[in-house]
């Protein structure tokens, strides 16, 4: 599935904020979303590349795609349950 | 005409957003906040008071005494606000009208929506709770304590870690160290948001035998249990239990169609303004936007949004821009502190912790009713 | 897991109209000691001014004053 293809509910931009972090942020809008909502999380943090796939595997939430940008990732999350 | 510039909420961003907006407008403008009780709080005060370190006496004052003279205050519940008219009505039935509005209305804690939360859980995100918590902390004799979140996004990042280790250092100064277990349940896989302020304080809870829970999301709690239990699918038992509330923006912005699902207010990185009604400015807790929820964010908003507001009155083009500057402490117990200063372009480079930042922290605790709302401090 | 003692004493004064508020807290802070701690919760809007007003006429400290949908909140400590 490509970002075109996935209907994203919300994108979070969160380049250059170092807190609560991508990651957190994520977490946050999972935890107030629908299930099947998916999430577009812009990320310039090195970190996120091995912390939001480690949560959403043990979640239990679906990593669609982490698509790489000119300095920064989007990930693409969705929740699953 | 003179411009209206209405406020929503006197709290450090609303109060110095309209001292600093007055102190340029002089009388080319009305500015009014206007806050439902005139209450203005100080809420970092509130982990001190939990800990008994603090009696709370300093924690509130008349925010008639900390605004300009120039500028109106009214005590009224706002109830829905009209983007397109550009009105405010209250609660009480009157309404006030603008040409720029600042949403200044800050957060609330929601403990109602975590099943088991009130009466189990114990928190320090209200007075009220940090003197209960005080109380049960004087009657603790040993135990289990846990401290958690339920939910994202929530005031002040540091405040949960901050407390587990203030906590911890106040057990072995009354003799209960070594009858107790402290574990920090974490969000995230490690103690805290910023990695560089995780590598300093984990090896500090090592040593001092704090443990770490990570990606412990709490859920619900169970108090005929005694346990609290997380998203991801795990659980831990208490004997006492302390948790940082969920949080939502206010109900003003729900009833007004204004925000997210969250009751956050879709704002501009740069220019705080609402991404919708440009005469709509956002600052501090009721953003959307994914930086710290902290009273120093609210300050440097504040004067951003009052130079962009008072360039346009003038006629002028606004250039000051919000570049994500945020300013906090982390108390790490042993009356040492770190500090984290970061922006969009710079991440934090905490120092070590140290008695010196201990200090200055506590110097802001005492100084801040005299120089931050005021404008004081740029 | 039971507490049944609350240090913080509590008043539910809503639905009652001023000056009921600050007659019925005047009334329960006699019962407490000095330096105990009470939460009022109100629910008329003229309340906010009677109790700032009636904390510095007593010197009953005013230490917490919020409102949430409405309903007020004022947590005093006894002189």
Same mark, same amino acid.
């Given at each position: 599935?490509?970002l075109?293809?996935?209907?994203?509910?919300?994108?979070?931009?969160?380049?250059?904020?170092?807190?609560?972090?991508?990651?957190?942020t994520?977490?946050?809008?999972?935890?107030?979303?629908?299930?099947?909502?998916?999430?577009a999380?812009?990320?310039?943090?090195?970190?996120?590349?091995t912390?939001?796939?480690?949560?959403?595997?043990?979640?239990?939430?679906?990593?669609?795609?982490v698509?790489p940008?000119?300095?920064?990732?989007?990930?693409?999350?969705?929740?699953?349950? | 005409?003179?411009?209206?510039?209405?406020?929503?909420?006197? @709290?450090?961003? @609303?109060?110095?957003?309209?001292?600093?907006?007055? @102190?340029? /407008?002089g009388?080319?403008?009305? $500015?009014?906040v206007?806050?439902? +009780?005139?209450?203005?709080?100080?809420?970092?005060?509130? /982990?001190y008071?939990a800990?008994?370190?603090?009696n709370?006496?300093?924690?509130?004052?008349?925010?008639?005494?900390?605004l300009?003279?120039?500028?109106?205050?009214?005590?009224?519940?706002?109830?829905? !606000?009209?983007?397109? =008219?550009?009105?405010?009505?209250?609660?009480?039935?009157?309404?006030?009208?603008?040409?720029?509005?600042?949403?200044?209305?800050?957060?609330? +804690?929601?403990?109602?929506?975590?099943?088991?939360?009130?009466?189990?859980?114990?928190?320090?995100?209200?007075?009220?709770?940090? &003197?209960?918590?005080?109380?049960?902390?004087?009657?603790?004799?040993?135990?289990?304590?846990?401290?958690?979140?339920? @939910?994202?996004?929530?005031?002040?990042?540091?405040?949960?870690?901050?407390?587990?280790?203030?906590?911890?250092?106040? &057990?072995?100064?009354?003799?209960?160290?070594?009858?107790?277990?402290?574990?920090? /349940?974490?969000?995230?896989?490690?103690?805290?948001?910023?990695?560089?302020?995780s590598?300093?304080?984990?090896?500090?809870?090592?040593?001092?035998?704090?443990?770490?829970?990570?990606?412990?999301?709490?859920?619900?709690?169970?108090?005929t249990?005694?346990?609290?239990?997380? !998203?991801?699918?795990?659980? *831990? =038992?208490?004997?006492?239990?302390v948790?940082?509330?969920?949080?939502?923006?206010?109900? $003003?912005? %729900?009833?007004?169609?204004?925000?997210?699902?969250?009751?956050?207010?879709?704002?501009?990185?740069?220019?705080?303004?609402?991404?919708?009604?440009?005469?709509?400015?956002?600052?501090? %807790? =009721?953003? %959307?936007?994914?930086?710290?929820?902290?009273?120093?964010?609210?300050?440097?908003?504040?004067?951003?949004? *009052?130079?962009?507001?008072?360039?346009?009155?003038?006629?002028? =083009?606004?250039? *000051? +821009?919000?570049?994500?500057r945020?300013?906090?402490?982390?108390?790490?117990?042993?009356?040492?502190? +770190?500090?984290?200063?970061?922006?969009?372009?710079?991440?934090?480079?905490?120092?070590?912790? *140290?008695?010196i930042?201990?200090?200055?922290?506590?110097m802001?605790?005492?100084?801040?009713?005299?120089?931050?709302?005021?404008?004081?401090?740029? | 897991?039971?507490?049944?003692?609350?240090?913080?004493?509590?008043?539910?004064?809503?639905?009652?109209?001023?000056?009921?508020?600050?007659?019925?807290?005047?009334?329960?802070?006699?019962?407490?000691?000095?330096?105990?701690?009470?939460?009022?919760?109100?629910?008329?809007?003229?309340?906010?001014?009677d109790?700032?007003?009636?904390?510095?006429?007593?010197?009953?400290e005013?230490?917490?004053?919020?409102?949430?949908?409405?309903?007020? #909140?004022?947590?005093?400590?006894? #002189?």
């Amino acid at each position: 599935m490509t970002l075109t293809e996935t209907q994203i509910t919300k994108t979070i931009d969160a380049r250059g904020m170092a807190c609560p972090g991508p990651l957190m942020t994520l977490i946050g809008a999972i935890r107030a979303g629908a299930v099947g909502d998916t999430f577009a999380v812009l990320s310039s943090d090195a970190g996120s590349k091995t912390d939001i796939p480690a949560w959403t595997t043990k979640a239990k939430h679906e990593l669609i795609e982490v698509r790489p940008g000119d300095g920064y990732s989007t990930f693409i999350v969705r929740k699953a349950h | 005409m003179d411009a209206r510039i209405v406020i929503l909420g006197g @709290g450090v961003g @609303g109060t110095l957003a309209a001292n600093v907006l007055v @102190g340029r /407008l002089g009388h080319a403008a009305t $500015v009014t906040v206007v806050d439902p +009780t005139g209450m203005h709080a100080y809420q970092p005060g509130f /982990l001190y008071v939990a800990l008994g370190q603090a009696n709370g006496r300093w924690l509130g004052r008349d925010e008639r005494t900390l605004l300009d003279k120039k500028v109106d205050l009214v005590i009224e519940i706002a109830e829905r !606000i009209d983007p397109v =008219a550009r009105t405010v009505r209250f609660a009480s039935g009157g309404s006030i009208a603008y040409d720029y509005l600042i949403l200044a209305t800050g957060s609330r +804690t929601v403990p109602e929506q975590v099943p088991g939360f009130i009466g189990a859980g114990q928190e320090f995100y209200s007075l009220t709770g940090a &003197l209960r918590l005080r109380e049960e902390l004087r009657r603790f004799k040993g135990g289990r304590i846990l401290i958690g979140v339920t @939910g994202i996004p929530y005031k002040c990042p540091p405040a949960p870690v901050e407390f587990t280790l203030m906590l911890e250092d106040q &057990l072995r100064r009354r003799g209960l160290r070594d009858r107790s277990e402290v574990t920090l /349940l974490s969000p995230l896989n490690r103690a805290f948001t910023v990695e560089a302020a995780s590598k300093l304080v984990q090896p500090i809870m090592e040593k001092r035998g704090i443990k770490l829970s990570t990606f412990f999301n709490v859920d619900a709690v169970d108090p005929t249990r005694g346990i609290v239990s997380s !998203i991801e699918g795990e659980e *831990a =038992a208490y004997d006492l239990l302390v948790l940082v509330p969920p949080h939502r923006g206010q109900t $003003v912005i %729900d009833a007004s169609g204004l925000g997210d699902a969250g009751g956050w207010v879709p704002t501009d990185r740069n220019t705080l303004q609402h991404k919708q009604y440009e005469r709509i400015y956002t600052i501090g %807790d =009721a953003t %959307d936007l994914p930086i710290s929820k902290s009273g120093s964010t609210a300050h440097f908003q504040a004067s951003i949004v *009052a130079s962009r507001i008072a360039s346009l009155v003038k006629g002028q =083009a606004p250039s *000051a +821009t919000y570049e994500g500057r945020v300013m906090c402490f982390l108390e790490t117990g042993d009356r040492r502190a +770190t500090t984290l200063r970061f922006d969009y372009a710079h991440p934090p480079v905490p120092p070590r912790p *140290a008695v010196i930042w201990h200090a200055a922290k506590w110097m802001f605790n005492r100084m801040y009713w005299h120089t931050i709302p005021q404008g004081r401090v740029p | 897991m039971t507490r049944l003692i609350e240090e913080v004493h509590q008043l539910d004064v809503k639905g009652l109209q001023c000056p009921m508020p600050i007659v019925k807290t005047a009334k329960a802070m006699k019962e407490l000691a000095s330096g105990d701690v009470m939460q009022v919760i109100a629910t008329d809007p003229g309340s906010v001014k009677d109790f700032a007003a009636w904390s510095k006429a007593t010197g009953n400290e005013l230490l917490e004053s919020t409102a949430i949908d409405g309903v007020f #909140r004022f947590v005093l400590r006894k #002189r």
